[in-house]
Each structure stands twice: as structure tokens, then as C-alpha cells.
């Protein structure tokens, strides 16, 4: 026997302090509900629910964007709801002017009512926001002045004239007033307003771009290339892209060549194709995107450059601003990842975009200037990259063709025309006057008027139905985003929280050897008080 060392007791000792630690770690998980409290109890554990836990968060918190996304939709598509309910309303007053039984002072009355309704679309259009960001009124950043073709293996219907065009050549044209000119684009007529040129030599190349412009919006766009010849470009895409021009003006403008074109259909060789077009200067603070690269204009003469895409100067030096066609030059020589950057042999201000990769998958290279539209990125996912991008279209009633900056402005349809005299259009959030309303006052421009907003009434209605389409994504967005939120939650507990009925039973066990080794050390420690005996006491 021995009283130096308790050989029991020491073994009685270390397994109490064995089962008491086991304890505290049981009543930790128990009052937590957690099995992993500390790396140290499961390092692996720990990561994976670490990394899970980021991705529920994000995917709570992307389902809570989503709904905020839908919100903003409805809001902007319950105003156009009310457009479109003006829309009707002021056709079916056109339908009542171009009666013949209507007098011109009841004619008058039916314009008072278009005035105020069309001011009442700007009103809409200008005033309607979402958390303080304006909806309807098209995109107010800076602008860097491009029209963008989108990457494609097949291309747009495209005229280009063999006439050379100057100011004094179309100025000498006999009798423009007269003459007819009208541009279909994908099944859509325009009729070119040529009125404005009644007095004799007063027309321009400018000016001629400008109603062809007008009457085409956004359906195409008219350019004088670099030797003078007359282009037109449909902003569609593909083999279904067609443009036909006819009217005595047609070969004074273009000359002999074919005034009817299909675009070139998709095809999966050849390298996508895609383009900038600039007409002026991008403004500073304005940018242009090409795939994942994104460059951003600036201007020495204000400032250093302190942003961090690809920047380009639009400042020749400390007083005077770089030519247009030396900006484009320093464009086309950035290098940019996937693609080649040349510029337009026929048009030294465009910039032709083409893929490195052949057939459709240089399609998705993403080309932006700056949107006319309403542009913002709706966070739908967990993770970087993973956002939506959402446009809504501009619904102010010049853009819809309604109203004009001038009285002699391009309503794109034969017979109809904007009011005279001065200004009877609000922007619908003050009283100054801005633009010229149609003019139903005639009955053969009622009649035409028609027309105008049926053209306004179907624009409108594409613009609801596509946001519409994009609410139904969103909807269907968040139930996956939810049932993916509630399977990664139920994988993180199984990681991370405890079995308390496992954990019950577990401290129940232990709790009883703790009290054992508790009465077994006290029984160990009396066993060296028998070596008295040996002692004779």
C-alpha cells in the first residue's frame, strides 16, 4: 500500500475532470441549440456552415430584392395603365373630330381636352418614381452619344445611296414641299413630313436627316457617310429586319441603287458582329460597355481620372476638346479581352465590335452605350454576378410621337401634323408650355390622327407586356430563391444545430458519472487511512 501517490484517486480525479468537461460542453450545446459553438468542435463543420449560412443570408436578402423589384414594376405599369387609358380617350376624340358633323368650335373644345390629357401623359411620365428614381422619363445620366448595334452573326437591312449628297444639291431640288418619301422598317410605315421645306432652297443635309430621323424614331436612324451617300440602318437585327423606301423624293436622296432590303439572317459561322456609332462627344461621366469591360469617359479639364474602369479623355489639352474621329481612333485601340475593334472604312466615327470566337457564341459579348430607357440592376442572387438587368421604356408623350419640340415636327403618318402657333403641352409638373399637341382641329388631320395613336397604343403596349413578362420571371425568381433558401437552411441545421433529445440524454449520462466519480474520489481518498492500522493505532 501506498500513500504517496493515490493511484485510484488520481484515476477517480482524471475521469471526473473528463466527464465534467463533457458536461459543460453538453449544457453549452444545450443552451445554445448549436453543436458547433467554436471551430475547435468541429473545424470542417464550421466552414462548410460558414459558407452556407453566407449563401442563405444572400439568397433571404436577394428574394426581399426581388419583391422590391416586382413593387417597382407594378408601379411603373400601373402609370402606364393610366397612359393607356388617355390614349383611348384621346383617339376616341379623334375618331369625334374627323366627323363631318362636328363644328370648328366643337373641334376646338375636343383640342383643349387632347392638350390637357397629352400634358397629363408628360405629367406621368416626368413625376412617377420609385424610392425617389424617376421610371418613366427615360435615363438622365450622362450621355455618351452612341447608337449601339448589338453583337450578331447576321446584320441589319441597310440602304446606302450611290447619290452624293451636299446643302446645295438638295437645296436645288425642284419642289421638296411636294414630293413624297416613305420608309417601312420590319412592316412599320412611316411617312417622311416634308413641309417644312415649302419655301424654296431652305433645305440642308442636316435638316433632311433630321424628318428622317423623326418619322423613323427608333425603328432605324439615318446617316451621311464619309463620301456623301445617304445611309439608313433598322435597329432590328436579322433576317427578319427589312426596310423599303418609296416616293418621288426616294432617287433624288438615294439615287439608282435598290430601295428594298432584308437584313442578313443569323448563322452559326462567321464572327459576331457588333457597332458603335457616335454623333457627338461623349459627355464626362458617361460610359460605353463592351463584354466585361466597361469605359468610362472623362475630362482633364475638370479633373484627374479617379474612377476604376478604362478611361479615355475626351480633352485634346488644358483649353480644347479632342475631334470626334481622333476619340474613336483612341477607342479602337484599347485592347479589350474577346474581342477585335476596327473602325468603319465607310464611316470613321463608327466603331465595328467583332468576336475572336466564331459562330453564335460571340453573340453574347454585351454592347451598351448609353440607354435612353430607365436602366437599373435588381440583385436576384446570393453571389457576385448574379443580378438582372431591368429597362423601362420612356413614355413621354414626344417620345410616343404625340407632342413635338416644333410645330412642324414628324408624326411618321401621311396627313397628320402637330398644332401651329405657340406651345399648348406642359412637361406636367409646371405650367410653362413646352411642345405642340396633335392637331385634331381639321378633319382630315383628325382623321390622321387616328392613326398617330394607334402607333402610341401599340409602342405603349409592348413596353407593358414586356414588363409584365419580366414580372413573371420575378415571381417564379423568388419561389426558387425561397425553396432554395429553405433546402440550404435545412442542410446548415443539419451541420450546425444540435440533437437536443441526443444532447438530453447524453447530459443525463454524464450528470450521473459526474456524481459517481464525485462519491468514488471521496471513497478513493479515505482507502490511504487503512495503512493506520498498520501502524498499530
Known amino acids: 500500500m501506498r500513500i504517496n501517490h493515490n493511484i485510484p484517486a488520481l484515476n477517480a480525479h482524471r475521469l471526473l475532470n473528463v466527464n465534467t468537461g463533457k458536461s459543460s460542453k453538453v449544457l ?21 456552415s460558414e459558407k452556407m449560412r453566407a449563401q442563405v443570408m444572400g439568397l433571404r436578402k436577394a428574394s426581399q430584392n426581388t419583391l422590391d423589384g416586382i413593387s417597382l414594376i407594378q408601379t411603373a405599369e400601373g402609370a402606364m395603365n393610366e397612359v393607356h387609358s388617355m390614349f383611348q380617350r384621346m383617339r376616341e376624340l379623334s ?20 392638350n390637357q390629357l397629352t400634358s397629363e401623359v408628360n405629367r406621368i411620365a416626368n413625376g412617377t418614381n420609385f424610392n425617389t428614381r424617376k421610371l418613366l422619363q427615360g435615363n438622365t445620366a450622362p450621355n455618351s452619344n452612341t447608337t449601339v448595334h448589338r453583337m450578331s452573326t447576321g446584320g441589319p437591312a441597310e440602304i446606302v445611296g450611290d447619290q452624293a449628297l451636299d446643302d446645295t444639291y438638295v437645296g436645288d431640288i425642284a419642289d421638296l414641299s411636294t414630293k413624297t418619301l416613305t420608309i417601312t422598317i420590319d412592316g412599320e410605315e412611316r411617312t417622311v413630313n416634308l413641309n417644312k421645306f415649302s419655301d424654296p432652297g431652305n433645305a440642308t443635309v442636316e435638316n433632311i436627316l433630321g424628318v428622317l430621323n423623326d418619322a423613323m424614331g427608333d425603328l432605324g436612324e439615318a446617316i451621311i457617310t464619309d463620301n456623301a451617300r445617304l445611309e439608313i440602318r433598322s435597329a432590328s437585327i436579322g433576317g427578319g429586319s427589312k426596310i423599303e423606301i418609296t416616293g418621288t423624293l426616294a432617287a433624288d436622296l438615294f439615287g439608282t441603287v435598290n430601295l428594298g432590303t432584308t437584313g442578313e439572317a443569323e448563322k452559326d459561322a462567321g464572327n459576331a458582329t457588333g457597332s458603335f456609332l457616335f454623333k457627338e462627344i461623349p459627355q464626362a461621366g458617361s460610359t460605353m460597355t463592351i463584354g466585361k469591360e466597361k469605359i468610362e469617359f472623362f475630362d482633364s479639364r475638370v479633373g484627374p481620372y479617379t474612377g476604376s474602369n478604362r478611361p479615355i479623355n475626351i480633352a485634346k489639352d488644358a483649353t480644347d476638346e479632342k475631334d470626334l474621329e481622333d476619340l474613336v481612333k483612341e477607342i479602337a485601340a484599347l485592347g479589350i479581352d474577346g474581342v477585335n475593334m476596327t473602325i468603319d472604312a465607310n464611316k470613321t466615327t463608327r466603331l465595328i465590335v467583332t468576336a475572336d470566337v466564331e459562330g453564335f457564341a460571340g453573340q ?72 405642340y399637341a396633335l392637331d385634331v382641329s381639321k378633319e382630315d388631320r383628325a382623321t390622321a390622327a387616328i392613326t398617330v395613336y394607334d402607333n402610341a397604343i401599340v409602342k405603349l403596349a409592348g413596353l407593358r407586356s414586356s414588363l409584365g413578362a419580366i414580372q413573371n420571371r420575378l415571381e417564379y425568381t423568388t419561389a426558387n430563391l425561397d425553396n432554395t433558401a429553405e433546402n440550404l437552411t435545412a ?8 440533437d437536443m433529445a441526443l444532447e438530453m440524454s447524453e447530459f443525463t449520462k454524464l450528470n450521473i458519472l459526474t456524481q459517481s466519480g464525485v462519491a468514488m474520489l471521496a471513497q478513493a481518498n479515505q482507502r490511504p487511512q487503512s495503512v493506520l492500522q498498520l501502524l498499530g493505532s
Do not use: C, H, W, Y
Request: no cysteine.
Open 28 to 48: 453549452e450545446r444545450l443552451s445554445s441549440g448549436k453543436k458547433i459553438n467554436r471551430a475547435a468542435d468541429d473545424a470542417a463543420g464550421m466552414a462548410i
Open 95 to 114: 375618331v369625334q373630330a374627323a366627323n363631318g358633323a362636328v363644328t370648328d368650335e366643337d373641334r376646338q373644345a375636343i383640342q383643349d381636352e387632347i
Open 364 to 435: 453574347a459579348i454585351f454592347l451598351e452605350g448609353t440607354p435612353k430607357e430607365f436602366v437599373t440592376n435588381l440583385q436576384v442572387g446570393p453571389n457576385q454576378g448574379q443580378g438582372f438587368r431591368l429597362s423601362i421604356g420612356d413614355i413621354r408623350a414626344k417620345i410616343l410621337g404625340i407632342s413635338s419640340a416644333s410645330p412642324d415636327g414628324n408624326t411618321g403618318v401621311k396627313g397628320a401634323a402637330f398644332t401651329s402657333g405657340t406651345p399648348n403641352v406642359t412637361d406636367g409638373l409646371s405650367e410653362g408650355v413646352i411642345e
Open 491 to 498: 442542410a446548415l441545421s443539419r451541420i450546425e444545430d444540435a
